[in-house]
């Protein structure tokens, strides 16, 4: 946990961050490719020799990713092994797409995958083409022998991608017919992760595949367990959790795109504190927005990062008012002991009370994407009573901001 | 941790229910349990809406007005003058956007 509030912290600084993107960026597992030794390109004998028009074709034209250990050779045409051990690199490259938007094109080919040597009888593991899920997962299934059949959601989760419908019944029937699995095992069972169930239908798959769907335990750790009780999960593997860890992997996200827009907020923030009657005056533009341009990181930090991390611990169920309820506590600490934010104007008290606790309850509510037990008709009703406040409080503080320049420049 | 009280949309017959317990293998809120070979709703606040209850179920004793509880969608939603969408656009999104 350490690490990660580490990372948050030097993500705080602009430049700093973007040396870390550079280096970064250097290093990407993902796209480097190695022939395997011997075989050359993947696929090519094998699959000439049986001669099949009916075989599968093979992603990997160029060669297998490094996570390619092996190659097992069926009547249906090769199929990759994957390690099921992850490497450094990998775990950085995890890292990574927690952090950047290098998740947006972290993905694997999708097709038929073996972890070590299966038969006929292997069980049939159902993932996403998400390289971080299809890692968890193949990892997950160290020592054994089983098949991992990776269906095209566009590189998203599988979680996410069932949301949307891609993990979905249409794309993993068309999986099974395609890659021929039928005619690689004698069993009709596959294990499907049970958060990919609100995309799929088990029967119509059961119907259009012949195969019966499992759903597995929700997180991928609990597999071995799962198969040595007889293909059955405990209730506590069938919950989903949200524990201080699994919200504070997902703050960065959070956090990112948040900064981006930062430097319009100061700006505004900047310009109007520089209007003079006789111009912009820069010099006294940095001193009185110093406090404001604080305070929206402060903002930030409490809506986008401490309301995450101590949600359970914050009173009301609502995101929104968690948020403000948060962004209230730290800015009352603020206008009382720190001196930047004892403003002499009681406008600029008030708009400190206004504004940035809710900036903070808006930043808090964008954590209901990320969370893993808030719905939509709450989200929507929470927005209904939200946005009329958010939007209200906005002009509020520049109508305060107003009547200080008006106060400043003596008019009245 | 529990969302907001009395929003979630769920609604179940069970007169149509087979007991297959499909809907408590999939639901990850521990939402449906088994009561004399009946499925049975125990606390609604603990759904969240991700319809696999109502997916699984081939004997349509389920419904939920399915949907991701993503601000961000709904916001863009509104916006666009669409469903909640979770499509940001590429790379400005926030943990929804997956």
């Known amino acids: 946990m350490k690490l990660y509030h580490h990372w948050i912290v030097i993500c705080l600084h602009v430049h700093v961050r973007e040396v870390i993107m550079k280096i970064l960026n250097t290093i990407d597992p993902a796209q480097s490719l190695k022939p395997l030794q011997g075989g050359g390109a993947c696929c090519g004998p094998v699959l000439s020799m049986s001669g099949g028009a009916a075989m599968r074709s093979c992603p990997y034209k160029g060669g297998y990713p490094e996570w390619v250990t092996d190659e097992i050779t069926t009547a249906e045409g090769p199929v990759p092994v994957a390690a099921t051990v992850l490497t450094t690199a990998e775990k950085f490259a995890h890292l990574r797409a927690r952090l950047t938007n290098f998740r947006m094109r972290f993905s694997i080919e999708p097709g038929l995958y073996a972890v070590g040597s299966p038969d006929r009888n292997s069980d049939i593991f159902i993932s996403a083409n998400y390289t971080m899920s299809f890692d968890i997962l193949r990892a997950s299934l160290h020592g054994m022998n089983a098949w991992i059949l990776v269906i095209d959601t566009g590189g998203i989760n599988v979680w996410c991608a069932a949301g949307k419908g891609t993990f979905g019944t249409e794309e993993l029937v068309k999986r099974i017919n395609g890659e021929r699995i039928a005619m690689l095992v004698d069993h009709r069972k596959i294990i499907v992760p049970q958060l990919g169930a609100p995309g799929v239908s088990a029967g119509q798959v059961k119907k259009r595949t012949g195969f019966r769907v499992l759903y597995g335990p929700v997180r991928a750790e609990d597999i071995p367990t799962y198969i040595e009780n007889g293909y059955t999960a405990s209730p506590a593997m069938r919950r989903i959790r949200f524990t201080m860890k699994d919200r504070l992997v997902l703050t960065p996200m959070e956090l990112n795109p948040a900064m981006k827009k930062l430097p319009y907020l100061i700006f505004a923030v900047l310009l109007v504190f520089g209007l003079k009657p006789e111009g912009i005056m820069f010099r006294d533009a940095a001193a009185g927005a110093a406090p404001f341009a604080a305070g929206a990181v402060g903002a930030l930090i409490t809506g986008a990062f401490l309301t995450p991390v101590l949600l359970p611990f914050i009173p009301f169920r609502s995101f929104a008012l968690k948020g403000w309820l948060l962004g209230m506590a730290v800015f009352l600490l603020m206008i009382t002991h720190v001196p930047l934010f004892m403003f002499e104007s009681d406008y600029l008290t008030a708009v400190t009370l206004v504004f940035f606790p809710l900036l903070s309850s808006y930043l808090a509510l964008q954590f209901t994407g990320a969370s893993t037990y808030t719905n939509l008709s709450g989200v929507k009703k929470e927005l209904k009573y939200g946005l009329p406040v958010y939007i209200g409080g906005t002009v509020i503080s520049f109508l305060l901001l107003a009547a200080y320049k008006i106060h400043e420049w003596g008019i009245l | ?98």
Not at chain 2, 10 to 36: A, D, I, Q, W
Not at chain 2, 48 to 64: R, T, W
Not at chain 2, 66 to 75: K, L, P, R, T
Request: hydrophobic share 30%; proline share 3%; aromatic share 6%.
């Open chain 2, 1 to 98: 941790m529990k969302y907001l009280k009395e929003t979630a949309t769920l609604t179940y017959s069970p007169e149509k229910c087979t007991g297959c317990g499909r809907c408590v293998e999939v639901c990850p809120h521990n939402v449906f349990s088994m009561s004399s070979g009946k499925a049975v709703i125990g606390d609604r606040d603990r759904c969240m809406e991700c319809g696999a209850c109502a997916k699984n179920c081939d004997f349509g004793a389920i419904y939920v007005d399915a949907g991701v509880g993503c601000a961000a969608a709904v916001i863009n939603g509104i916006l666009r003058g669409t469903e909640p969408s979770c499509d940001c656009g590429g790379t400005s999104g926030s943990a929804c956007c997956c």
